[in-house]
């Protein structure tokens, strides 16, 4: 898991700086050489994607969850960012910001998953050595009453 979050944080950490060393091109590629709206653009750009870098560890520690057969975890992580915060903060944060609010609302949805995540994988990892000790228990305990 260690290997696939340094993997995915690299990914998205080149995208984040793709889009904050280059926002200019980045927008242009969508905005067909009108100038304002490239400008426009480029710095919603940098907001909506200023937690990106953060995101590869989020998905990651929700395919963990997957993995292991820990469907709730994995459904509550997934669902997290695109969905169960992103849907509600855009339908508040807009009375109190106005349009800005727009852009605001991926990085900060981003950041509340990660938060969550790191509080879902940390209670996980602490744990593993349990899990791992009682089912070594258990297992003792079927083949001594075999004996």
Request: hydrophobic letters at 55%.
């Amino acid at each position: 898991m260690k290997k696939a979050i340094i993997a995915s944080t690299f990914v998205t950490t080149a995208g984040f700086l793709a889009v904050h060393l280059w926002p200019e091109k980045k927008a242009g590629l969508f905005t067909e050489g009108n100038a304002e709206l490239t400008k426009m653009t480029a710095d919603a750009m940098q907001v909506f994607f200023a937690m990106t870098f953060v995101i590869g560890f989020q998905i990651v520690c929700s395919q963990y969850f997957q993995a292991v057969g820990k469907a709730l975890q994995a459904a509550v992580l997934s669902l997290s960012r695109q969905f169960l915060l992103f849907i509600p903060l855009l339908l508040i944060l807009p009375r109190f910001w106005g349009i800005e609010s727009v852009w605001r609302i991926a990085p900060i949805a981003d950041a509340i998953s990660v938060v969550l995540t790191e509080v879902f994988i940390i209670n996980e990892l602490r744990l593993l050595p349990q899990e791992k000790y009682s089912s070594t228990l258990s297992k003792e305990k079927i083949s001594f009453k075999k004996l």
